[in-house]
């Protein structure tokens, strides 16, 4: 596994959300992100994960909820990748992944786009 710290994994995540257009940070609402170790047990493989209601599901009685959450997980990462160089890209996929589930686009939709 790449020896990263979560330090520098924290810097990589909060760089790939730099990237993305303010045309789209701005639209973000009620969205929090994190950075993690490891996934729910079972679920080693996965990179990154959105929980919470998309913008294209909200309506009148979306008020008052705890804010969608976005989490990036490390040692999965660390565990496919090889050098800081695919850190970031992966980082970056992962990121505009989630990102993209709280816009509403489906996981299909995301691979397509070359997300996945």
């Keep these: 596994m790449l020896e990263m710290g979560r330090?520098?994994?924290e810097e990589?995540?909060?760089?790939?959300l730099?990237?993305?257009p303010v045309e789209l940070t701005r639209?973000?609402?009620?969205v929090v992100i994190f950075v993690e170790?490891?996934?729910?047990?079972?679920?080693s493989d996965l990179l990154g994960l959105y929980e919470g209601t998309p913008?294209?599901?909200?309506?009148?009685?979306?008020?008052?909820?705890l804010p969608d959450r976005i989490t990036v997980y490390r040692n999965p990462t660390l565990r496919m990748c090889r050098s800081e160089d695919e850190v970031v890209r992966e980082v970056g996929v992962t990121v505009v992944h989630e990102i993209g589930h709280h816009?509403?686009?489906?996981?299909?939709?995301?691979?397509?786009?070359g997300y996945g």
């Design 12 to 16: 990589l995540v909060g760089e790939a």
């Design 18 to 20: 730099d990237r993305i």
């Design 7 to 9: 330090e520098r994994f």
């Design 37 to 43: 170790d490891d996934p729910a047990p079972g679920r």
């Design 55 to 65: 913008l294209t599901e909200r309506g009148d009685w979306y008020a008052g909820v």
């Design 27 to 30: 639209l973000m609402d009620n």
């Design 103 to 113: 816009f509403g686009i489906d996981d299909q939709r995301l691979h397509q786009l």
